[in-house]
């Protein structure tokens, strides 16, 4: 079973397999007789389903109380959510290092990204205001580019980080022509929900691998500049929202490196991302035309 080409199960430890630097008491044997400190405690199932529960928590929040809703429970909701994309975005470049087959691994997120893309629209403002005409990017608003943020889902930004990752490390081309590529790549993921910010992240943290200051230097450079796009062009509150994606960095600090024990529970997991994310969007759509609301 090709474990490694999913995004969400091709996790590895974030030492790279070199030697964490801790004192006897505070490790215990790792499957190849090595050594994990004790506070590595969750495994690449237990990771997969904090992202898609979190996720779904977020999500929900958005449903119940569309907007930038101020209300408690939906930031707190909110601020929960935030843990879901740099797991996301840590998943994707671990990926990339251990996929089989990079070119099938590439397709694959594009193909969800395309699946998703229906589901997505549908709970958005747009699609209220313009119906089946709002699935047709820059289709809708004042002149054929009215509206040019969100015009698909989170998707599109995971598969293009992914190509960033790969023109990266391709040893064919100039640095010159990598920096126009990934810059267009940019433009490419600029109108997916979290913008180009996500691919920028999934480059760094692969192309910084084994280097967790840089990766998380780098990523934190990327959330800030999104959230001063909300602080300065949208809402004050959300900007301080969208930096609480720093809280997952404790979260993928006590992964071990390990998948689950239980080989009938991995089966069912390795597609449960891929399968879920489009599926509970579908669900969270369904419910929001039946009760005649949409996320804004």
């Not at 990204?113 to 699935?135: C, D, E, N, R």
């Not at 889902?153 to 990598?178: E, F, H, I």
């Not at 800030?224 to 949208?234: E, G, P």
Request: with cysteine.
């Amino acid at each position: 079973m090709d474990q490694t080409e999913v995004a969400m199960s091709a996790l590895a430890d974030d030492n790279n397999g070199q030697a964490v630097a801790t004192s006897p008491e505070n490790k215990t044997k790792n499957g190849n007789g090595g050594s994990t400190p004790r506070y590595k405690v969750l495994d690449s199932n237990a990771i997969k389903l904090i992202a898609i529960i979190a996720m779904t928590i977020d999500h929900i929040a958005w449903a119940v109380a569309p907007g930038y809703s101020t209300e408690w429970w939906a930031i707190v909701m909110h601020v929960i959510g935030r843990l879901t994309k740099p797991i996301m975005w840590y998943c994707i470049a671990e990926g990339y290092h251990y996929t089989r087959n990079v070119k099938k691994y590439t397709a694959r997120l594009f193909l969800f990204a395309l699946i998703s893309h229906v589901p997505y629209m549908m709970q958005t403002i747009q699609f209220k205001q313009y119906g089946w005409l709002s699935l047709v990017p820059f289709a809708t608003g004042e002149g054929f580019m009215g509206h040019v943020l969100n015009q698909t889902s989170v998707m599109l930004s995971l598969a293009v980080g992914l190509v960033m990752l790969r023109v990266n490390d391709s040893t064919g081309l100039p640095q010159w022509a990598k920096v126009l590529i990934v810059l267009g790549l940019c433009v490419v993921a600029f109108p997916a929900d979290g913008s180009c910010i996500g691919s920028l992240c999934v480059c760094s943290i692969g192309s910084n691998r084994g280097k967790p200051v840089k990766q998380f230097l780098w990523c934190l450079l990327y959330v800030t500049m999104y959230a001063a796009v909300y602080f300065f062009c949208l809402d004050r509150l959300y900007a301080v929202i969208q930096m609480c994606e720093v809280l997952a960095v404790p979260v993928l600090m006590m992964y071990n490196g390990k998948r689950g024990s239980n080989p009938k529970v991995n089966k069912v997991l390795k597609w449960s991302f891929y399968v879920y994310y489009p599926l509970h969007l579908f669900v969270i759509s369904v419910v929001l035309l039946l009760c005649g609301a949409v996320v804004v």
